[in-house]
């Protein structure tokens, strides 16, 4: 969001009219580029932004691999003490600095998937991940706090899944207070497995069986090379439907976000490994023009509505 939210105004304008809610980039090399400095000017402005069109934000991460780190967290060979320090600190002076505009935080970001240095070098898993949710609701105790992770491109990767409510379990019986489990839904069309929504479904209910919330994310549905998917952005409009009526049905799924907004600007086109130039997975065009993804979101929301009239 920072670079988009400085330059495209399109971008701005569609976020704006078209979102309650946005994400908030807030990691720890962007927020708390030196040991004594803090920068908050991009936060600043996202708050500022949302405020005046009555959105709250969802800053992400907290807490996440090395390269989201600035390059002093690089230079210490980190004991447990001066570890905790750094993030309890790093952690309770950006939430607090966010406020109530920040509705909710991502406070850790795939902890199964990523090994999380130094955090989860210095800390075991559990250990690094409950304090780190307590120190965030030391800071603000009304914010929902959401540990995050993916579970594959092809729908919810059942073991994954498993391992996530084993941690979400041993992290609580530490004290940490998650309030929510964060779901990546970042799916491609021609890998996706038939029964990928009843593994959603069943995401659902394991959350709601917990106690957890469920936030989404990171939705966006990679549709294809040319001519691998029949009809494939109609295949595309169906997957948001399914998904965000899976989430409006479960009364766990609380918040709904897409990876992006546009074409213009997606994961597929850019990441390092595997790029995908051909990837539009976003409900927006080039041109921020709706796609049918869009209307499949607006169709699963009206039916929703219709249903609990």
């Known amino acids: 969001m920072p670079m988009l939210f400085r330059q495209d105004a399109e971008f701005r304008d569609t976020l704006g009219r078209e979102y309650n809610s946005a994400e908030s ?50 230079s210490f060979f980190w004991t447990e003490h001066g570890l905790d320090g750094v993030m309890r600190d790093h952690i309770q002076n950006v939430v607090r600095h966010g ?15 990523t090994e999380n240095r130094p955090f989860g070098t210095t800390f075991n898993t559990e250990e690094y991940t409950a304090r780190a949710f307590r120190y965030a609701r030391e800071a603000n105790p009304n914010a929902v706090l959401v540990l995050n992770q993916s579970f ?15 941690l979400v379990s041993r992290v609580k019986a530490k004290g940490g207070p998650i309030d929510a ?46 001519g691998e998917v029949p009809d494939p952005f109609e295949r595309q409009k169906t997957v948001y439907h399914d998904v965000m009526a899976a989430c409006l049905a479960s009364p766990a799924c609380k ?15 850019t990441r390092p490994r595997d790029p995908r130039p051909d990837a539009k997975p976003l409900p927006f065009d080039e041109h921020y023009r709706k796609k049918p993804a869009y209307y499949g979101m607006q169709q699963a929301l ?3 509505v219709a249903k609990n009239r």
Request: contains cysteine; hydrophobic residues 40%.
């Open 25 to 74: 980039v807030t990691m720890f090399k962007l927020v708390h580029p030196q040991k004594d400095r803090y920068n908050f000017t991009e936060m600043d402005q996202e708050a500022a932004f949302a405020r005046e069109r009555g959105m709250t934000l969802f800053g992400a991460p907290l807490i996440y691999k090395p390269a989201s780190l600035p390059d002093w967290m690089h």
């Open 152 to 166: 594959g491109r092809s729908g919810v990767e059942p073991g994954l899944a498993n391992r996530f409510f084993d």
């Open 255 to 269: 918040a709904f976000y897409t990876w992006g907004i546009s074409d213009a600007h997606n994961m597929y086109q």
């Open 181 to 226: 489990a964060g779901i990546e839904m970042h799916l491609e069309l021609p890998t996706l497995r038939p029964n990928y929504l009843d593994e959603f479904r069943e995401f659902l209910d394991r959350c709601h069986r917990a106690g957890l919330q469920v936030y989404i994310t990171e939705m966006d549905a990679y549709q294809g090379s040319p």
């Open 302 to 304: 009206e039916e929703s």
């Open 99 to 113: 406020g109530n505009v920040f509705s909710a935080w991502e406070v850790v970001n795939e902890p199964l998937t």
